[in-house]
């Protein structure tokens, strides 16, 4: 729930409670401190996704805390850095990666979204940064330490604080094919089976280090996912931790208080998607640990070095993303009419003419999109080549596959069993419309359309139809329930450059036809 708040300067930011421990795993110590006691202030961000104005703020006011020599101050990420826009999706993250590095990061650690590229592209990437990434539980498969240390201390006067990173092991299935091979051999583990013990054997190798104070980066968010975990049920697993920051499900926690297995009260803080908050943990000189949140525009504080960088990439981007390519009068939307977002669980204008473009792409019976794949809302007014990016902002190319009416059946029955809660693979369809009852999650009246009478008919289970889709539904994604279709024509041809194209060339640039919902998905309370 938001709430009110003042223009914060370093004073304000200075001026809170909190209650304390640390963290990691292949531990160094940063050089020590000196001086006295002061207050500790972490300054943390999560599922920033790109939105590259907020650094420069993010560094500022660490600067300012600095300056005010009255606390330590030290700059975190809970993950998801690398995509989600533009700058992220044109460089394959190495834009932000440059930025990150310029603001200075303490600790880091990995969300799903970095594994967008690849593997091998973010394991190329985090050195750059130049900051300790940490990750408890990511493995090379057959190797028995994780890949990057569990975790690192960093010393500030007299304390130490612990990091400890964690990822969702969703990871192995919304980006399976970072973790896979072509022939399904896995290549990265996350431990799906068992988070817990590779994050207490971090948090207990920095408290043997001599961390007064553990701090747990989690991208694991507020929301129990399919193998049970999340930021909450961690806590309630584990000793020896002071606070979590989490990440992953776009949640704004102030400060939330959350039971360890000892009983003791620790301190849980998410500060919501694409820097709409900073986040700012509190450890006072006598160890009170408190957490509370900073609206990003009540920041005045900005780097110069960091702009430079930002103003720079900004500059890089305009030529290209600038050309108009269409125009509307209203918003092609990922969200409901109060604004709140509801790709991931209900149709919406952009939705559907997302899944239109890659029927009629492709010539395919079906389009399919999964909601976690359509990222931004494209504004009302001239539409740009940015915005077709920004809708679709991940590296996937489309492709026509073809499956039975069986296999749509289990997919569509899969991705919408968690609702009314979001899943990002919820299916988004053209060429078929189906309903859901919401009571008991059921799919019924599943219908594909003729592509020769545009007539719609009862879904044939045993029937076989051609799919438009993105490889990254056909080789992991929508729970993996596509993996074993016929591919019968791979593309070169980026999501984003399809739906731009179709937007310009088959549409001519007007999408009135999709002022409203097609109708194509409908829920019975």
């Known amino acids: 729930m938001k709430k009110a708040f003042r223009r914060w300067t370093a004073a304000a930011v200075l001026g809170a409670s909190l209650s304390g421990y640390a963290s990691a795993e292949g531990i160094r110590d940063s050089v020590p401190s000196s001086g006295p006691q002061k207050s500790i202030v972490i300054l943390y961000e999560n599922d920033v996704h790109c939105a590259i104005d907020g650094y420069t703020k993010l560094a500022g006011l660490r600067d300012a805390i600095a300056a005010s020599d009255t606390a330590y101050v030290a700059v975190t990420s809970s993950g998801d850095f690398l995509n989600g826009t533009l700058p992220g999706t044109v460089s394959a993250g190495e834009y932000i990666v440059d930025i990150m590095r310029r603001v200075g990061y303490d600790a880091v650690t990995i969300g799903n979204h970095e594994f967008d590229f690849g593997s091998s592209r973010m394991i190329e990437l985090m050195p750059h940064i130049n900051a300790p ?77 001599g961390a007064d104070y553990v701090v747990v980066l989690s991208h694991l968010g507020e929301i129990a996912s399919d193998d049970g975990i999340d930021s909450h049920t961690l806590v309630s697993r584990i000793r020896g931790v002071d606070a979590v920051l989490d990440g992953h499900t776009h949640s704004v926690v102030p400060c939330a208080m959350v039971q360890d297995l000892t009983g003791r009260e620790i301190t849980v803080s998410q500060t919501g998607t694409l820097f709409e908050y900073i986040g700012k943990l509190l450890i006072t000189a006598d160890g009170r640990i408190s957490a509370s949140l900073i609206p990003v525009n009540d920041i005045t504080y900005t780097n110069p070095y960091v702009t430079a960088a930002t103003d720079s990439i900004r500059q890089l981007m305009s030529s290209v993303f600038n050309t108009v390519i269409g125009h509307s009068d209203f918003e092609l939307t990922v969200n409901d009419s109060r604004g709140q977002r509801l790709v991931r669980k209900g149709e919406t204008n952009l939705g559907d003419l997302c899944a239109d473009v890659f029927r009629e792409s492709c010539h395919a019976d079906i389009g399919l999109v999964n909601g976690g794949g359509i990222r931004n809302s494209i504004p ?63 799919i019924r009246d599943v219908q594909v359309m003729n592509r020769e009478t545009s007539r719609y008919e009862p879904l044939r289970p045993d029937g076989k139809y051609t799919v438009g889709v993105s490889d990254y539904c056909q080789s992991g994604g929508f729970y993996g329930l596509l993996k ?7 593309t070169t041809d980026i999501t984003y450059t399809v739906l731009s194209n179709y937007i310009k060339d088959t549409l001519g640039g007007d999408v009135s036809a999709y002022r409203h919902p097609q109708g194509r998905i409908i829920i019975e309370d």
């Open 484 to 490: 074993g279709a016929v591919l019968t024509e791979q």
């Open 380 to 442: 009302a007014g001239r539409i740009t080549f940015g915005d077709a990016v920004n809708a679709l902002p991940y590296y996937n190319f489309l492709c026509k596959i073809e499956v039975t009416g069986a296999t749509l059946l289990s997919m569509l029955k899969k991705c919408t069993e968690r609702y009314p809660q979001e899943d990002g693979s919820f299916p988004h369809v053209a060429g078929m419309k189906f309903t859901l009852r919401a009571s008991d999650r059921t």
């Open 133 to 209: 990434v940490i990750c408890a539980n990511f493995f090379k498969e057959g190797v028995r330490h994780p890949f990057y240390p569990g975790g690192t201390v960093k010393t500030f006067g007299e304390k130490r604080i612990g990091f400890v990173g964690v990822c969702t092991p969703e990871s192995m299935v919304s980006e399976a094919y970072s973790f896979f091979d072509k022939n399904g051999r896995r290549l990265y583990d996350l431990c799906p089976d068992d988070v817990v013990t590779p994050v207490q054997h971090a948090v207990d190798s920095v408290r043997r280090a």
